[in-house]
């Protein structure tokens, strides 16, 4: 039976290393100001692949596999990411991305924004470090 698992996988990263293209408001707070720089931005990736192929990618825009910040790339090629997905079918992201350097990270989501906002795939939050 061809079932499609989906989620969304957290990763924190300092505000001070994301681009200019990322300028969330302080949402956690409610405050509308800018993230101050020692501030955290909270980013959450949504995900969706196919159980039977592997297909999919953050939120179906593709997994990346030729940036090489990729957080995957610890799966070797793509084509053995999915087929890590469809023999293991993992219901979480938590453990494959658990590990992810956050200045890749980063750079990952600078390079991709506007692919991954089109898809509806990313969203941000902040998180003050008071909290």
Known sequence: MKMSYSGEIYAEVEASVVNNGINPMAIVSGNPEPIDDSAYVVVWIRWRYESETGAGGYTGTGWYFDDP?????????????????????????????????????????????SQLEGGNCVYFTAESPNT
């Open 69 to 113: 910040n990729n957080g995957l790339h610890k799966y070797g090629s793509e084509e053995d990411f999915k087929q890590f997905l469809v023999e293991q079918q993992p219901a979480s992201f938590d453990d494959i991305l658990n590990d992810w350097d956050p200045e890749e990270k980063a750079a990952f989501l600078n390079s991709h924004l």
